[in-house]
Every structure is written in C-alpha cells, then in structure tokens.
C-alpha cells in the first residue's frame, strides 16, 4: 500500500530553518505530482507548496513563496520542503500528500491528492 512519511520537524527559533523530508513508497513516485500541506490547531489545512513529477513545475501558498522551496528526488522517492525565515505564524503539523493524477499539475487543492502522511510537528518559537 501507499505510504508517505514526513520526518525533519521540530522546534526552531524565528528566523531559523528546517528542512523537511517525505519518504513515498508503495508507488511509482517519479510520475506524480507531490504536495505539502499545513495545519495549525483550529484552522484549516492550509497549502504550501506542490511540485509536478518532473519538478518542471512548483506552486506556492502565498504566506510561503519566497521562504520555502519544494523539490524532489525521484531517484530515492523522496519530496522536500527547505523552509528559511521561519515565522511563528508557519507552526503547524505539516503534511505530504501524492496526487491524484499522473503528470498531474502542482495544484494547490487538497482535492486533487488521494495520499497523506500522517504528518510531522513544526513548531517557530517567538
């Protein structure tokens, strides 16, 4: 079966870094689109960043573009999210999901991803 699992969170100081890691399997990972997906208690799941399966193509949510990165290695079915300039408001349990469709787009709708890891903690001290 199709397992995702998120490893690299953790408790930051604002303004630090952390790099997130999402190990897929269970798939043939290189022909399709991988998300990462936030939430915070109370709120809903927020988007943050989405790649296609060739990495021609990345999407951000708007609180995220500029300070995180996506990419991939298809070789290692592994999906990342390099996050710099930490912020409290970015505290959440973060999320890596798979899409729905081969040679999807990078979309930013939870709708289009039929796969989710259980998630990772990520937590921005003020």
């Given amino acids: 079966q199709v397992q995702l699992i998120e490893s690299g969170g953790g408790l930051v100081q604002a303004g630090g870094s952390l790099r997130l890691s ?46 995180f990165a996506i990419s991939r290695d298809n070789a290692k079915n592994l999906v990342y999210l390099q996050m710099n300039s930490l912020k409290p408001e970015d505290t959440a349990v973060y999320y890596c999901a798979a899409g729905q469709r081969a040679f999807g787009a990078a979309s930013s709708s939870g709708h289009d991803y039929n796969y989710w890891g259980q998630g990772t903690q990520v937590t921005i001290s003020s």
């Fill in 22 to 67: 999402c190990a897929a399997s269970g798939l043939t990972f290189s022909l399709y689109p991988m998300g990462w997906f936030r939430q915070a208690p109370g709120e809903e799941r927020e988007f943050v960043a989405a790649i296609t399966s060739r990495s021609s193509s990345t999407n951000y949510g708007p609180s995220v573009k500029d300070r």
